[in-house]
């Protein structure tokens, strides 16, 4: 079992940065694939960016590649979704995502992927 604690979330002006974390509990982070997904108002869950294993392969979803970077920390048990040049559609509930992978380059886009889901961090972009 592992349980995942997002944190970072809150209140930006348009064209400003955050950094969300999330950290995992468990001896076994460095075995899961590790995704962020969101949630804006009346709208479906939706992929924003995962990162396998050893952070060999990284995927972002087009409309925040250039302006999000993800990252691990393995010896942290702890995933970053670093934020630049948000704007009010980035407004959402932000979840990480635990996907148990046997393979270093192992990495899906797909929600049905992971097994373990944090409770979300709010991100607020006024504009």
């Known amino acids: 079992q592992v349980q995942l604690v997002e944190s970072g979330g809150g209140l930006v002006q348009a064209g400003g940065s955050l950094r969300l974390s999330c950290v995992a509990s468990?001896?076994?982070?460095?075995?899961?694939?590790m995704g962020w997904f969101r949630q804006r108002p009346v709208k479906e869950r939706e992929f924003v960016s995962a990162?396998?294993?050893?952070?060999?392969?990284?995927y972002y979803a087009d409309s925040v590649k250039g302006r999000f970077t993800i990252s691990r920390d393995d010896a942290k048990n702890t995933v970053y979704l670093h934020m630049n040049s948000l704007n009010p559609e980035n407004t959402a509930v932000y979840y990480c995502?635990?996907?148990?992978?046997?393979?270093?380059?192992?990495?899906?886009?797909?929600?049905?992927?992971?097994?373990?889901w944090g409770r979300g961090t709010q991100v607020t972009v006024s504009s």
């Open positions: 990162i396998s294993r050893s952070a060999q392969r990284i």
């Open positions: 995502a635990a996907d148990r992978t046997y393979s270093s380059i192992s990495l899906s886009y797909s929600e049905g992927s992971y097994d373990y």
């Open positions: 468990g001896r076994t982070f460095s075995s899961y694939a």
